[in-house]
Each structure stands twice: as C-alpha cells, then as structure tokens.
C-alpha cells in the first residue's frame, strides 16, 4: 500500500516552527553535580517547537500565529540577561532588592543589577533543562484551547546553543 493510499489512522503528523524570532541571547553558567561550573559566558539560543496531532482538519486547525506569539515572549522575556538557576543545590540568593541580586553560585559570590538576571525554577541552565522548561511553558501559557488534547499527542521543543548542538524535550499531553 503507498503512503497516500494508508488509512487516516495509520499517518501521523508533525506541525513544525523554527522561526528566525524564535531566539534569546543570555549568559549562563552550566553547574556540574561535583561543584564545580562553567565561567559565565553567552549563546544566541533557538527554540524550535514540533507539536504531534493525532488528525489534520478544516475543523482542527492550529493557529500558528498564537504558537509564535508565545515562543516569542518567552525570547523577549529571557533577552540579555543572565539566566540563574534557582533551585541549583550550589546556588544560594543572598540578597535581592529593588535594585540588585546578590548570590553564590558554587561558592563564588556575585552582585549584578535586577534587569541583568532572570531567576528560572530549574536546577541548571543547561540546553536539557531549559527544553524542559520551554515545554512546559508553553503547555501552561497556550492551554488547552490551542493544544487541545483530544488534537494534540505531544510537544516537542528543541533549544539548540549552537548549530547542531542542542537538546529537547518530549512533553505528552495526556
């Protein structure tokens, strides 16, 4: 039987972004189970999103232009900045007032203004964790309504730091 000839059942579908926007520029310092971490350095990440549906339809459209929107604000929210962390175990927020965050990362005292650090509630800043956190993000942020689980099976988002090098994260729906 040829592939356009197969049952409705038997195909699967893939919606797929990966958009020029689709970026975010931060410092990070990826911390290692033994102690120690990286020096603070940057990446010009990108997101890439799969979502898989379980039929195509006039009736079940995805609205990409919502799905982008999205993905964008989570890029505008995490631009230049430095991504921390909070619930590393080798992280400690010393101080955080109307204008600094004070911390210890690995020991290593830091003092940096509020608008350069962004507090994420992961344990590492990794390609790994921030694909994960992206996933569920976007779960949280475009609900139900858009990825309506008797359409949508699952998610995918890819965060790649660099041209073939990245992670991502498999998120069921249900």
């Known amino acids: 039987m040829s592939a356009p000839d197969q049952p ?22 990826t911390v290692f189970p033994d102690g120690r971490k990286e020096r603070m350095h940057g990446h010009n990440y990108f997101i890439e999103l799969g979502i898989d549906v379980r039929e195509i ?6 609205e990409f232009a919502v799905v982008r929107a999205a993905i964008e604000a989570i890029c505008l929210e995490w631009r230049e900045v430095l991504l921390l962390g909070e619930t590393n ?3 400690e927020l ?6 600094e965050t004070e911390f210890r990362l690995c020991g290593e005292r830091y003092v940096l203004p509020n608008q350069d650090v962004l507090l994420l509630p992961i344990d590492n800043i990794s390609v790994e964790a921030l694909a994960a956190h992206v996933a569920e993000l ?4 475009l ?10 099976e699952a998610i995918e988002v890819g965060v790649n730091e660099s041209p073939g090098q990245g992670a991502s994260c498999y998120r069921p729906l249900a």
């Open 8 to 29: 409705a059942a038997r195909r699967r579908h893939r919606i797929k972004l990966a958009r020029e926007s689709f970026k975010f520029s931060v410092a990070h310092m």
């Open 57 to 62: 339809s006039f009736e079940k459209i995805i």
């Open 89 to 91: 175990p080798f992280f």
């Open 94 to 99: 010393v101080k955080r007032d109307d204008t």
């Open 138 to 141: 976007l779960v949280e942020r």
């Open 143 to 152: 609900g139900p309504k858009v990825l309506d689980p008797s359409l949508v």
